[in-house]
């Protein structure tokens, strides 16, 4: 009997018009394009601004465009994995309604939270579902609205995240193609180093939290960027060594665009040449669980049928992670 792994089979994209500058920054605190590319590699990033449009705006384009470039019936997808930080709203599942607004009338919805590893995780969840036998089609969305929690006059966070929203296809396949290995990870004694205090349930909203700017990311960028480089690299190179995979094996590496040091840092430990490395930080900033999906649809010319992608991230909480996944198909 063969085994059926699973496979993405189509990618999807979608960032907001508006551009947010670092030299438009310059002018709204105290920082400078230099200081800025230097430390993260970013140039700008997209901000959606149109009034009464969240998440689930960006993350219903994003599957659109891939519906339309794969010529599926939405009616045929199974589920829909949604992968954000900043849903629409607490308790209605964004991915619910993301679902329904794109005709997949017959699949389960979700969410799925894990910061910025979120769309990762979702990987995992996707191909299990596959691989069970079960569904055929698992369509993963990662998109967040960071402008809608982010303090444009803290300029430790506003010079670092943007808006967006990429798609994926997940479905069987008989070649020994997609996933191929995942190392995922997390310790809680991140909790403290990048959050938002307010809004839950050990501090719902008050006058009080509003007023003390208590609903906007706080980061110890120091502390986060430190266990960035060492999470990233240990599970790369983790990932790499329990798949017997040489430098010369990696056909890519797709890590999460929070930081160009990080990604960077990541590639050192794994031994590959910069050409091997997908970066889009410079566009897009850190648009946490769309940045992966973001890479595949910005490089898809570049990614052949049987090539060896290792994916990496790190996110808030802490949570990390790698997987290995073989592409599955040529950009026709």
């Not at 990987?123 to 444009?152: E, F, P, T, W």
């Amino acid at each position: 009997m063969t085994t059926i792994t699973a496979a993405i089979t189509a990618v999807g994209a979608y960032v907001p018009e508006f551009v947010l500058s670092n030299q438009v920054l310059e002018t709204m605190v105290d920082t400078n394009d230099e200081w800025i590319t230097t430390r993260t590699g970013i140039k700008e990033r997209r901000l959606l601004k149109e009034k009464g449009k969240g998440t689930s705006y960006m993350a219903i384009k994003a599957a659109q465009d891939l519906i339309a470039k794969a010529n599926i019936n939405p009616a045929e997808i199974d589920l829909v994995i949604m992968a954000t930080t900043t849903p629409d709203m607490p308790v209605a599942s964004t991915g619910v309604y993301v679902a329904s607004q794109i005709g997949a009338v017959n699949a389960f919805a979700y969410d799925l939270q894990a910061a910025c590893s979120s769309f990762l995780y979702g990987m995992s969840n996707a191909a299990a579902y596959v691989q069970s036998g079960r569904y055929k089609k698992v369509l993963l969305i990662g998109a967040d609205k960071m402008s809608s929690i982010i303090d444009y006059t803290d300029r430790a966070t506003c010079i670092i995240f943007g808006d967006g929203a990429g798609a994926v296809l997940f479905e069987p396949n008989n070649e020994g193609l997609g996933l191929q290995d995942e190392f995922l990870r997390s310790d809680g004694i991140g909790r403290e180093y990048l959050k938002i205090d307010a809004g839950g349930s050990i501090l719902p909203p008050s006058i009080e939290t509003i007023e003390n700017r208590q609903h906007f990311v706080f980061q110890d960028g120091k502390t986060v960027f430190k266990y960035a480089v060492s999470g990233m690299a240990d599970v790369s190179e983790k990932i790499m060594e329990r798949n017997n995979l040489t430098k010369d094996d990696v056909n890519w590496l797709i890590a999460h665009q929070a930081n160009k040091r990080i990604i960077d840092a990541t590639a050192n430990r794994m031994g590959l040449d910069e050409d091997k490395v997908l970066v889009n930080i410079q566009k897009y900033g850190n648009t946490t669980s769309a940045t992966l999906p973001l890479l595949l649809s910005d490089f898809e010319d570049k990614l052949k049928k049987g090539d060896n992608l290792i994916f990496a991230a790190f996110g808030g909480g802490f949570t990390w992670g790698s997987i290995y996944l073989k592409w599955a198909y040529n950009k026709q």
